[in-house]
């Protein structure tokens, strides 16, 4: 039987875990009448299924459990997937609040290293729930985008065309898809600020080194409660 860490790393298992985290989300999206409230990265998403007619919840419902049901079914047949057991699907919501405890800190730690400046952030009264909903839209859709996307691309290859070990496609591979995550963040250049911008590349670097040896499951929920502490912690 393969282990927990082997069962809870692959993309089959993955796309399972965190869809009750997506279906909340859009759900009280919905129940709060925050329409409005959508994160850069979800909007890329959105937007690219809108051009094909897919604009309902229903609709990007199906759409997501095919893709979902293609994935299993092809990680079966490679035997690469088994239904893992009961306890490793607490386990990963465990592990993923561990992450998001310490991320925060190994990461201000290292720009506080680099450039002695502090990040803050106000999210009071009734803006409060939507923050939260933009944290865990953040972890759900930017991970897509920027980690099983986008740094899933470069190791695809650097697999095919640089013949060294795969620790350092996944260090290189997560620098190079941190930098693009970080100035992604950012409508106009002139809006870059140095102490935010080198704690989104620690950032982006640390969820994709979660993403290359942990999978996506677990980097989504370390990102959205990451993101649901900090803001909790703001007010």
């Given at each position: 039987m393969k282990s927990y860490f082997e069962q809870t790393r692959s993309?089959?298992?993955?796309?399972?875990?965190?869809?009750?985290?997506?279906?909340?989300?859009e759900l009280l999206i919905i129940q709060v009448g925050a329409g409005n409230v959508r994160n850069a990265a979800e909007?890329?998403?959105?937007?690219?299924?809108?051009?094909?007619?897919?604009?309902?919840?229903?609709?990007?419902?199906?759409?997501?459990?095919?893709?979902?049901?293609?994935?299993?079914?092809?990680?079966?047949?490679?035997?690469?997937?088994?239904?893992?057991?009961p306890a490793y699907w607490g386990g990963i919501i465990i592990e993923s609040l561990f992450y998001?405890?310490?991320?925060?800190?190994?990461?201000?730690y290292i720009t506080q290293f680099l450039l002695a400046?502090?990040?803050?952030?106000?999210?009071?009264?009734?803006?409060?729930?939507?923050?939260?909903?933009?944290?865990?839209?953040?972890?759900?859709?930017?991970?897509i985008v920027f980690?099983?996307?986008l740094l899933g691309s470069i190791l695809l290859i650097f697999r095919k065309v640089w013949l060294t070990r795969p620790f350092f496609h996944a260090v290189t591979a997560s620098a190079i898809s941190a930098a693009i995550f970080a100035?992604?963040?950012?409508?106009?250049?002139v809006a870059v600020t140095w102490d935010s911008f080198i704690f989104r590349l620690v950032a982006g670097w640390l969820?994709?080194?979660?993403?290359?040896?942990?999978?996506?499951?677990?980097?989504?929920?370390?990102?959205?409660?990451y993101d649901i502490?900090?803001?909790?912690?703001?007010?």
């Open positions: 993309l089959a298992f993955s796309l399972i875990a965190i869809a009750p985290l997506v279906f909340i989300y909007k890329l998403i959105k937007d690219a299924f809108a051009q094909t007619g897919l604009v309902f919840l229903w609709q990007l419902a199906l759409v997501y459990a095919a893709l979902t049901l293609i994935v299993v079914f092809i990680s079966i047949r490679k035997r690469q997937f088994q239904f893992p057991r998001a405890t310490f991320f925060g800190l190994c990461a201000r400046l502090q990040l803050s952030a106000d999210a009071t009264g009734s803006e409060l729930l939507h923050e939260i909903l933009l944290g865990i839209a953040a972890g759900i859709y930017e991970e980690r099983l996307i100035i992604f963040h950012y409508p106009a250049f969820l994709g080194m979660i993403f290359v040896y942990r999978g996506l499951a677990v980097t989504v929920y370390t990102h959205a409660f502490l900090y803001i909790l912690n703001a007010v």
